[in-house]
């Protein structure tokens, strides 16, 4: 029986270490962006034109800092390249902000910078995202502004921004207005859709963007991946607390500790 006892003792001991190492490393790093994510998005625009966003994940000297590379590609009907913009910046894992360090870098783009300090997500929500407003980073304006939440459909939170008249120079005005759908346990943005209008001295030219079925699919199909990863962490955390717990009582009460005058007697000798 003692022997039976302590075998119980013992595996809900290790149940209970792996419930309290296990489940959180697994949790940790599902909430982390991957440091080998290789993602291509594309996105569409009645207007003819064929966005191609290549982003690419890349470990740096610590642990939690991800190098993220992103090359973005703008083409006509006629298929030639109108518009291409690289982005370099370093984000935090777990938070997916850029680090306040002087790591951004963008080429393409009315904003071109180097080496400059960037706030503001982009790329990525946190995981667990919050029905909150958050500030969002503009790759043409290169500053970011809030991005407010507006609704929520199952697990999917909505998030909508309209800046209007923005100076891009002495005689160039910039608007656009975006829809933005994002998982809210994974953070990845599952949908967006985007207005951008160039007002100039000759009239406005508005072009739209919205996400091809492939890549909703692809973005979907990631943040299904990441939750999946979430719900069985938390799984195996209930269940082998519960196990762990369970076994260390059952191991406990066959030691005849609880029987008349034993528990009494245990307690003198730890006194003595």
């Not at 490393?25 to 594309?42: C, N, S």
């Not at 759908?181 to 953070?187: H, P």
Request: glycine fraction near 6%; charge should be negative.
């Amino acid at each position: 029986m003692k022997r039976s006892a302590t075998v119980l003792i013992i595996a809900g001991v290790l149940f209970l270490i792996f419930a309290f190492t296990v489940p959180p490393y697994v949790t940790g790093q599902a909430r982390t962006i991957p440091k080998d994510l290789d993602l291509t998005l594309v996105s569409e625009s009645p207007q003819g034109f064929v966005r191609t966003e290549h982003i690419v994940t890349a470990p740096t000297e610590k642990v939690d800092e991800i190098a993220t590379h992103v090359d973005q590609t703008v083409t006509d009907v006629q298929g030639k390249t109108v518009a291409e913009i690289s982005d370099d910046v370093v984000l935090i894992g777990h938070s997916r902000y850029p680090v306040i360090k002087p790591t951004a870098t963008i080429s393409g783009s009315p904003a071109d910078s180097s080496n400059v300090v960037r706030e503001g997500l982009h790329y990525f929500f946190p995981a667990n995202t919050l029905r909150n407003s958050y500030p969002y980073y503009d790759i043409v304006l290169g500053e970011d502004s809030p991005v407010d939440y507006v609704s929520r459909e199952g697990n999917t939170y909505t998030f909508y921004q309209h800046l209007r008249y923005v100076p891009l120079d002495d005689s160039h005005t910039y608007s656009v207005e975006r829809t933005l759908k994002v998982d809210r346990f994974s953070g990845i943005i599952v949908a967006k859709d985007e207005a951008m209008t160039f007002h100039g001295p000759d009239g406005d030219d508005t072009v739209e963007f919205t996400y091809t079925a492939d890549t909703l699919k692809l973005l979907q199909d990631h943040a299904h991946d990441i939750d999946q990863r979430l719900s069985w962490a938390k799984g195996f955390d209930f269940f082998s607390k519960f196990l762990g717990l369970s076994l260390l009582a059952i191991g406990v009460f066959l030691t005849g500790i609880f029987k008349r005058g034993q528990l009494m007697s245990t307690v003198n000798k730890l006194r003595s």
